[in-house]
């Protein structure tokens, strides 16, 4: 344990001095990414009474259901039922102040020890005043210090020696609820009449005369300047040099039951009834269960060595992670979370079009831009736009568009003036005052002493959705739709053949850079039409997804992305080497939820869904919020892991201690290898890798697994070694492993081998010269007999041969009725079962994507019943023929069983079946059956199942299930994933 803590307080050391100075700043504690954890997901008790974190990263959770050990990913439970030295699972406290000991208060089972991996108990006949325990320490001498429940203070030095404190001895109460050793080995107690302190045994209490309340103390923090922070029952007091007084941040006069510096220095306080506050710069800052606290009960309070804020309520438990995205909802002020418009204006502001109406973003403030009746209300906005007099155009999702001076309605464009298209989802004033409105029935202008126009696909548009507008440098306007893009000639338009491209249609956004390339956002990636030359980056290059939302350039020329699975960074680099055909693969580095994202659902077909801000910062619109990362951030969160630990090591399914030195014993054939990398920031972007040196000296990449499995390693001495990296940080932790010798069977040693070859080698010889003996006599008799029975043994021979082949081709005949079905001449399902399972295991082994969809012909029973079962199996044979046309031979396809059909999709996305299934079934449905079911429409329902994140090709199969029947809950002849 010395030597891990010893290396994780190193690295620990190092991240500190790399941060640089803008991480100080104070972050709301709403923009943090938040987690929380209940019984649901693995906690044995919602209530967290305590948390610390011990030398070796890990993150201890006091609970009424025992003591919980957390690394980032699962809870493991510590009590009666798993260590004999427990006595009650009710633990109150936890502690790990002092290195490589851990200490835990029970609520009727006394004071558990844990050092050097061995645990051990302290009770009454130890020296406890009584089993009940509130909190317990040690101090610097090793010596034990025990807050009681009702009987005073204890101390058990390191001889065995001791000392009991109660109300004889000065205490003010013998109810005792806080603990607190100072870095001067002083203890401070909290009772239910007040605070004591204790040093060389003298007991000194404070009062009212100190500026103290006489009641209940409940938490005691000691503070950077020397000074204490003490929780009462009636709020926050401050403390130094004997004196007291109220906290000057004015936390509410609340009992408060927990206290936490945050990184910065802010002081946090979870109180009894009230939730949580900190004190901040900026003022006084509250999280309640309004805002996602699971309860306003906060006993426990820690900051990790990450900088994460873990809250322990009576509902659960909550971690604030400052993660590169900080995010804004409607806790802080937005009218609804649906956010589908952002846009700057010249005094910084941001305004947020969202499904409730129009609000503004100031100085991390945000309020409504306008409620009043007849102004745009609580409608949806779906798209925003300067005014080249200052104004701003807002598009609204049924109302057309507004125009806003100072926050108030000065114009309204409807159908009355001409605007018969009211879903207003684009906006651009061009410099010559022409208006263009890019709505879902088509691009209208406005200009000037003129009429209202309408533009549609008679004038050149592809189509008459339109999605984006952009205005190049040169003038042009470029108009993004459903259907492609083009550019304005005169009173036309020109199509730009984007088709020709991915086979791409959406032009979701569009983005001019420095140099007059174009940047498009569309369906099937992203594309660049640069000195009237098209080219893209998709799926096959390395992008994530294939449909994007809008494109963002920052300070550094990068690309970043808005998808419906986050957003996306590109360098530029990699992307015009792509481009320029000299890299066949980009490292796209992606965010979601995990990295702080309000919603992985980015929204885009309106806008601007993104921005980039005077600061830097890049803003982007949501599912759920409205989302903002500053990139001169980013290296900050992408710092190496810290050290790997070995959790545990089992051998045949028994568990083993860790250790230096790893021996598998005779006949012992599997081992699995437990790690993890204590990081809680972001656990899950560490990837892991691992190797078994003397076996394969390669590494293998396991992703976010944490297991690494052997078996029947041949006897020798080999290396374990493993090592872990934050994803895209391109810097690993450091490697730690261990040696493994495999001790042979008696049969597998040296001299087993060399005797038993010697007796081999006999007993061949033996046998060689007894055969050769009885060569000898019969050699005569066979010559005789050769001559006479040849041609026998030739007719012989070429009957057996015309048996041989009879025998194979039944065989062959058999074999492939055995796996085909009959009716259609697809596979059966039990060979697609085995090419699931294979394909499967392939695609873990190196990371491929895989697909499964399970395919249903809706409402086949009535072709049976209503026209009979040769046009039912008539049916089957046509739709089995068109998943053969549509899938060829690179995905393969069985009948599952009666109406039912199973697609494979090996090495693809689940975009990319999702794309194969729909053209499946709009192949299905144009089957024509007039010649054997007349009236009869064919129709299927498809569910896909993605590899992600299942461990066994069963579950895909489930999956696959689960979204076929969604399919035929959500009214059939559709396809879901």
């Not at 290195?99 to 991996?117: C, F, I, K, Y």
């Given at each position: ?13 190092l ?8 991480a ?12 929380v ?7 044995p ?23 919980v ?37 029970t ?42 429940e ?19 001895d ?12 100072d ?6 107690a ?41 929780g009462?029952?009636?709020?926050v ?7 007291f007084?109220p ?13 936490a ?19 901040t ?11 996602g ?59 947020i ?51 806003l ?10 159908e ?40 549609g ?14 205005q ?18 005169g009173?036309?338009?020109?199509p ?103 919603s ?61 030195r ?7 054939s ?31 990449d ?12 041949p ?53 060689y010269?007894?055969?050769v ?21 030739v ?6 041969e ?5 025998v194979?081709?039944q ?16 596979p ?34 009535t ?52 794309d ?13 059956t ?46 879901e994933?």
């Amino acid at each position: 344990m010395a030597r891990r803590s010893a290396r994780f307080s190193a690295f620990l050391l190092l991240l500190l001095l790399a941060l640089p100075a803008v991480a100080l700043e104070t972050k709301p504690l709403a923009s943090h990414a938040r987690d929380v954890w209940t019984t649901r997901n693995g906690l044995p008790h919602n209530q967290v009474n305590d948390i610390t974190q011990s030398d070796e990263g890990y993150l201890w959770l006091a609970t009424w259901e025992g003591l919980v050990r957390h690394n980032g990913q699962d809870f493991d439970l510590f009590g009666p039922h798993n260590v004999e030295a427990f006595t009650d699972q009710g633990i109150r406290a936890v502690s790990a102040r002092q290195p490589g000991s851990l200490v835990v208060a029970t609520s009727r089972g006394g004071v558990m020890l844990l050092r050097e991996g061995r645990w051990s108990r302290v009770g009454v006949a130890q020296g406890l005043a009584q089993e009940e325990t509130m909190r317990a320490e040690l101090d610097r001498n090793g010596r034990l210090w025990v807050a009681h429940e009702t009987q005073g203070l204890v101390r058990i030095d390191a001889d065995g020696a001791v000392r009991r404190f109660t109300e004889a001895d000065g205490l003010p109460s013998n109810q005792m609820f806080a603990l607190h050793i100072d870095v001067d080995d002083v203890v401070w107690a909290g009772s239910s009449r007040g605070l004591v302190r204790i040093e060389n045994d003298r007991v000194r209490t404070f009062d009212d005369a100190d500026g103290m309340p006489s009641g209940a103390v409940y938490a005691i923090l000691g503070a950077r300047d020397g000074g204490l922070v003490i929780g009462t029952h009636r709020g926050v007091f401050r403390g130094r040099n004997a004196e007291f007084r109220p906290h000057e941040a004015g936390f509410p006069d609340d009992a408060v039951a927990s206290l936490a510096f945050d990184p910065q220095g802010n002081l946090i306080v979870g109180t009894v009834n009230r939730g949580l506050f900190r004190a901040t710069p900026q003022g006084l800052e509250r999280f309640s269960r309004a805002g996602g606290l699971p309860n306003n009960r906060v006993p426990a309070l820690f900051v990790d060595r990450e900088g994460s804020i873990w809250v322990g309520t009576n509902a659960g438990l909550l971690r604030f992670a400052d993660t590169p995205f900080g995010s804004y909802d409607t806790y802080q002020g937005l009218a609804d979370n649906y956010v589908r418009a952002l846009l700057q204006l010249p005094d910084g502001s941001i305004l947020i079009g969202n499904s409730g109406g129009l609000d503004r973003w100031q100085d991390g403030r945000i309020t409504p831009v306008t409620r009043e009746p007849g102004g745009i209300g609580t409608e949806a906005v779906l798209s925003l736009a300067h005014g080249k007099a200052g104004e701003v155009w807002v598009g609204m999702y049924s109302r057309g568009l507004y125009r806003l001076r100072d926050g108030v309605v000065t114009e309204h464009l409807g159908e009355r003036e001409g605007l018969s298209g009211l879903q207003v989802r684009a906006i651009h004033e061009a410099d010559n005052g022409d208006l263009w409105i890019g709505t879902s029935t088509g691009l209208f202008r406005r200009r000037p002493g003129e009429p209202v126009r309408r533009f549609g696909e008679e004038e050149g548009l592809p189509s008459a959705f339109i999605v984006s507008l952009l205005q190049s440098r040169d003038g042009r306007l470029w108009v993004g739709t459903s259907n492609g893009l083009a550019v304005r000639e005169g009173e036309g338009f020109r199509p730009i053949p984007v088709r020709s491209l991915f086979d791409a249609e959406d032009v979701f956004g569009l983005h001019e850079d420095a140099e007059g390339a174009l940047w498009l956002a569309t369906d099937r990636g992203l594309l660049r039409l640069k000195d009237g030359r098209l080219a893209g980056v998709g799926v096959r290059n390395g992008l994530p997804v294939a449909t994007v939302f809008q494109v963002v350039e920052d300070g550094y020329g990068n690309l970043w992305l808005t998808s419906n699975r986050g957003v996306i960074r590109l360098q530029r680099q990699q992307v015009e080497q792509v481009l320029a055909g000299s890299l066949e693969r980009l490292e796209a580095l992606s965010f979601a939820e995990a990295d702080g994202l309000a919603s992985a659902q980015c929204n885009g077909g309106a806008g601007p869904a993104a921005l980039r801000a005077f600061d830097g910062s890049l803003w982007v619109a949501t599912a759920r919020g409205v989302s903002v990362v500053q990139p001169d951030q980013l290296a900050r969160y992408q710092r190496a892991p810290p050290p790997v630990i070995l959790e545990r090591l089992r051998v045949d399914g028994r568990e083993r201690p860790p250790g230096e030195r790893v021996v598998l014993a005779p006949g012992e054939s599997r081992l699995d290898v437990e790690f993890a990398s204590l990081s809680y920031r972001m656990p899950e972007q560490i990837r892991y890798r691992y190797r078994l040196l003397g076996f394969d000296d390669a590494w293998t990449d396991s992703g976010a697994v944490r297991l690494a499995r052997f078996n029947r390693l041949p006897p020798g001495k080999y290396r374990f070694e493993v090592g872990a990296e934050t994803r895209g940080s391109g810097t690993a932790s450091e490697i730690v492993g261990f040696d493994l010798e495999v001790k042979p069977r008696f049969w597998q040693q040296p001299l087993f081998l060399v005797l038993s070859a010697i007796l081999a080698a006999l007993a061949l010889y033996a046998l060689y010269a007894m055969r050769v003996d009885a060569l000898r006599a019969r050699e005569q008799q066979l010559r005789r007999l050769v001559d006479e029975r040849t041609q026998a043994l030739v007719e012989k021979n070429l009957e057996l041969e015309r048996l041989a082949e009879q025998v194979r081709r039944q065989s062959s005949a058999y074999e492939l009725q055995a796996r085909t079905d009959a009716l259609t001449g697809l596979p059966n399902r039990r060979h697609m079962e085995e090419r699931l399972a294979d394909a499967f295991a392939e695609a873990c082994r190196d990371g491929k994507p895989l697909c499964l969809g399970l395919l249903d012909l809706d409402h086949f029973k009535t072709v049976n019943d209503s026209f009979s079962h040769a046009a039912g199996d008539r049916l089957l044979q046509e739709v089995a023929k068109v998943m053969v046309e549509v899938m060829g031979g690179e995905h393969p396809l069985a009948r599952w069983g009666g109406e039912e059909f199973a697609l494979l999709f090996v090495d693809a996305t689940l975009e990319q079946a999702t794309d194969t299934a729909e053209r499946i079934r709009r192949r299905i449905e144009a089957i024509d059956t007039s010649d054997f079911a007349p009236g009869y429409r064919p129709s299927a329902s498809i569910g896909l199942a993605s590899r992600t994140g299942y461990t066994h090709h069963e579950r895909m199969i489930y999956r696959a299930d689960e979204r076929l029947y969604a399919a035929k809950r959500g009214g059939r002849n559709r396809v879901e994933s």
